[in-house]
T-cell receptor, first 110, second 112 residues
Framework: QQPVQSPQAVILREGEDAVINCSSSKALYSVHWYRQKHGEAPVFLMILLKGGEQKGHDKISASFNEKKQQSSLYLTASQLSYSGTYFC???????????FGQGTRLTINP | NAGVTQTPKFQVLKTGQSMTLQCAQDMNHNSMYWYRQDPGMGLRLIYYSASEGTTDKGEVPNGYNVSRLNKREFSLRLESAAPSQTSVYFCASMERFRETQYFGPGTRLLVL
């Protein structure tokens, strides 16, 4: 039931782009993206709803392919502040419990 | 608004001891959640409460109990702590289905 994220870790130089993928074996109603900095709580980035369009948040955007049961998070021209672990969360079968992937650790170097 | 608060921030227990982790939210949210996060791991759902008066098991409920005391408060109890329960525990709340989930700062628990 847990969504699967790839890659598990990414190391970039400042200014480079990254893509983080999230896929599920179950039908998805929505996909949630969160970022967690080391030693802190996860913080909400965005939600993509079934039938909705691609969303954006500064230079971070995401897409949701319902047929493939996948979502991708795009980080463009990465900044040092983008470092952290990114989690996708899904609501399998429309239930009210958010189930998270195992996370993707993103490291941005100067 | 304090958002989601958790107490305590840190706790050390001996095997077999019991304790209750407290969580409160002041955003008038209906749903509340307890997660555990182990080093290098994702967030695993322990229990959740979709509304006041209801609780349901998540992925890893064994060894835990919960109480939704009122709309604001959702507590997590470890009756007999085990070293395998060493983890960081996060409480979260959500207003409505498919909306943003807000997390508390976490409780770091060490069971010796």
């Amino acid at each position: 039931q847990q969504p699967v994220q790839s890659p598990q870790a990414v190391i970039l130089r400042e200014g480079e782009d990254a893509v983080i993928n999230c896929s599920s074996s179950k039908a998805l109603y929505s996909v949630h993206w969160y970022r967690q900095k080391h030693g802190e709580a996860p913080v909400f980035l965005m939600i993509l709803l079934k039938g909705g369009e691609q969303k954006g948040h500064d230079k971070i955007s995401a897409s949701f392919n319902e047929k493939k049961q996948q979502s991708s998070l795009y980080l463009t021209a990465s900044q040092l502040s983008y470092s952290g672990t990114y989690f996708c969360g899904t609501l399998p079968g429309g239930a009210q419990k958010l189930v998270f992937g195992q996370g993707t650790r993103l490291t941005i170097n100067p | 608004n304090a958002g989601v608060t958790q107490t305590p921030k840190f706790q050390v227990l001996k095997t077999g001891q019991s304790m209750t982790l407290q969580c409160a939210q002041d955003m008038n949210h209906n749903s509340m959640y307890w997660y555990r996060q182990d080093p290098g791991m994702g967030l695993r759902l322990i229990y959740y409460s979709a509304s006041e008066g209801t609780t349901d098991k998540g992925e890893v409920p064994n060894g835990y109990n919960v109480s939704r005391l009122n709309k604001r408060e959702f507590s997590l109890r470890l009756e007999s702590a085990a070293p395998s329960q060493t983890s960081v525990y996060f409480c979260a709340s959500m207003e409505r289905f498919r909306e943003t989930q807000y997390f508390g700062p976490g409780t770091r628990l060490l069971v010796l």
